[in-house]
């Protein structure tokens, strides 16, 4: 066991020479170096005060669902917190759960609780934190619509900012251009509703989900962001990229703004596929896609 790993060990549960595909939905990228569970504050100030100490990269992950990691090795430090910091409270129609919650299951919760505004997660399989930093949305719905505050480790101190210092755009944030903040909480209203009402919505969206997207294969959600102009499967479709494959890489039959990984994919191949879809769109349509997936350890 080396310094580093015993240090770390200190502080939370270790793994070293850990799998970045295992780590995302998408099942790419190579491996990182450590792996770290804290499963509170202090312990997590305690790993990114060594890690300053030492030097070492390190990364926040949540679920990993909208993540698509190089295939190079990952020298740092990848942070874990969906398997610590996963404690909620209702006060009322008011919810603050911590970063590593899974979004699907407190959409569950608030649904059982008689509480309407978070349905349009209940099938996004990533966390409260990476639905913040993001702003994840669904059925014309988002984050930054319910979030009133965010509890967040800025420069070794934990601070609540109002939603409007989050600057909540489409399908990003303020934490977007501050990497080395971290997301604790979310503090959310929600609205009195129907638990069955509720309940009914959620299961239609979910049959709807089966229906049109590749749920049976590893993906990281839609891949490019909307452009104003037309949805990027309207343009995607347009190249005739339907079913498309490069490696491993495929774009799905089902829905197009999905790229799978059919085969054994690696980043390179995603990234390729990618690439000339970009190219062919801009070529015959003239507009500009851009990848709504977070790109990780690329050089």
């Known amino acids: 066991m080396n310094d580093i790993t015993e240090r770390l060990s200190k502080f939370a549960p270790v793994e070293t020479d850990v799998s970045l595909a295992q780590m995302t939905t998408l099942r790419i990228g190579g491996n990182a170096h450590y792996a770290v569970y804290p ?3 202090l312990a997590l100030d305690g790993i990114i005060q060594l890690a300053k100490e030492e030097g ?4 926040v992950f949540g679920k990993g669902s909208n993540m698509l990691c190089s295939d190079d090795y990952f020298e740092g430090i990848i942070i874990r917190l969906d398997h610590g910091f996963n404690d909620y409270w209702f006060d009322g129609d008011e919810l603050t759960a911590e970063a590593g919650c899974s979004l699907i299951y407190m959409s569950q919760e608030a649904m059982k609780r008689g509480y309407s505004g978070l349905e349009f997660a209940s099938g996004i399989p990533g966390t409260i934190g990476g639905g913040v930093f993001m702003n994840a949305g669904a059925y014309r719905s988002s984050m930054s619509e319910i979030v009133e505050a965010v509890y967040v480790y800025v420069d070794g101190n934990a601070i609540w900012m109002s939603a409007e210092e989050c600057r909540f755009g489409y399908r990003t944030s303020i934490f977007k251009e501050h990497p ?6 979310a503090r959310m209203n929600l609205k009195e509703g129907e638990t069955e009402k509720i309940r009914t919505l959620m299961d239609d969206r979910r049959k709807r989900r089966l ?13 490019f962001r909307n452009p104003d102009e037309v949805p990027a499967w309207k343009l995607i479709e347009g190249i005739g990229y339907r079913g498309k494959m490069i490696g491993g890489a495929k774009v799905s039959d089902k829905h197009v703004n999905f790229i799978i990984n059919e085969d054994g994919a690696t980043a390179y191949d995603f990234m390729r596929l990618v690439n000339e879809i970009k190219d062919k769109v801009r070529e015959k349509y003239g507009i500009d896609l851009h990848m709504e997936v977070e790109r990780f350890n690329w050089h």
């Not at 070492?56 to 990364?59: D, E, L, N």
Request: proline content about 8%.
């Open 39 to 41: 499963d509170n504050l």
């Open 180 to 185: 080395d903040w971290i997301i604790l909480a």
């Open 211 to 223: 229906a049109s997207q590749p749920l049976d294969k590893p993906s990281a959600g839609s891949v």
């Open 56 to 59: 070492v990269a390190y990364k």
